[in-house]
């Protein structure tokens, strides 16, 4: 059966992986249509496929280097750049100035998650596990940009500069020695 076959680009692990990328994409979608609640729901479902296809492919052997470098799109698909799109589409920019700066500094945002990512990917071995990460994960730094999407929505930080230094925050950790225990 191919599921289990390791040498499979569709084997089971990478299926679930490929729900992610199209969570994702489809994450993307609604953002652009406007539709932020849809758009947060196919992120956390996401979410959930990129912590199941991991433990799927230590469990059945599965894990590649094609399953590394897959997962890797997946994340910045659904950890990087969708967050970005979120929390852009969401901020209302009242001069085009405005709306350079934020879109420059989440371009930075992007930039960072990629860097991150390919590093990530050079340092580990397929199927290994690191006891901590080096720098924020791109998962945990979604899940910051969506917490500040939801103080932002519910007008408890409504300052766009403050907003874009958390964003240069959160991007400049994600490369930075911050030791994160692995879950």
């Known amino acids: 059966m191919k599921f289990f076959d390791?040498?499979?680009h569709f084997n089971i692990a990478n299926i679930i992986t490929f729900g992610n990328i199209t969570c994702g994409i489809l994450g993307i979608y609604f953002i652009v249509q406007g539709n932020f609640f849809v758009a947060i729901i196919f992120a956390w479902i996401g979410g959930?496929?990129?912590i199941a296809d991991g433990k799927v492919a230590r469990k059945y052997n599965l894990s590649t280097e094609f399953g590394v470098q897959l997962d890797s799109f997946a994340d910045f698909l659904s950890f990087v750049i969708m967050p970005s799109f979120l929390v852009f589409y969401a901020i209302e920019k009242t001069s085009m100035l405005?709306?350079?700066m934020i879109g420059a500094i989440f371009i930075f945002y992007i930039i960072s998650g990629l860097i991150r990512l390919v590093d990530f990917n050079l340092k580990s071995d397929a199927g290994g596990v690191a006891k901590f990460f080096e720098g924020v994960?791109?998962?945990l730094g979604a899940i910051l940009l969506w917490i500040l999407y939801l103080i932002y929505s519910y007008d408890i930080v409504t300052n766009i500069y403050i907003i874009s230094i958390?964003?240069?925050a959160i991007a400049l950790s994600m490369n930075s020695k911050l030791k994160i225990p692995h879950p």
């Open 6 to 8: 390791k040498n499979s």
């Open 48 to 50: 959930a496929f990129d």
């Open 98 to 100: 405005e709306e350079i």
């Open 137 to 139: 994960p791109t998962p």
């Open 166 to 168: 958390i964003v240069l």
